[in-house]
């Protein structure tokens, strides 16, 4: 069992910066992958960012829409994969959810933060 807590979200005008951290806790060793997608309403869910995690020098993975203004980056120590978003525009309001993908298969997702853009 892998549980994960967000937190950073919040309301920012278009432009501006906000920066999420997700914390997990539990079989954490099992993670291979950690990352964050985001959902708007009505839309379908949508992968923004992803980082491996482990001894080696992370790999990351960055949607096109977010590559260049969003940054994902991970501390191996404290199990926590933090998410910088930069130049954020009204497009980017939506839910975002961390999770973590299993050495062995399967997802676990956080609860969800809501990140607003708009003037």
């Known amino acids: 069992q892998v549980q994960l807590v967000e937190s950073g979200g919040g309301l920012v005008r278009p432009g501006g910066s906000l920066r999420l951290s997700c914390a997990a806790s539990?079989?954490?060793?099992?993670?291979?992958?950690m990352g964050w997608h985001r959902q708007a309403p009505g839309k379908e869910r949508e992968l923004v960012a992803t980082?491996?995690?482990?001894?080696?020098?992370?790999?990351?993975n960055y949607s096109d829409s977010v590559k260049g203004r969003f940054t994902i980056s991970r501390d191996n120590a404290k199990n926590t994969v933090d998410l910088q978003m930069n130049s954020l525009k009204p497009e980017d309001t939506a839910v975002y959810y961390c999770y973590a993908h299993l050495i062995v298969g399967g997802n676990y997702w956080g609860q969800g933060t809501q990140v607003t853009v708009s003037s």
């Open positions: 539990g079989s954490v060793f099992s993670i291979n992958v």
């Open positions: 980082i491996t995690t482990g001894r080696t020098r992370p790999e990351t």
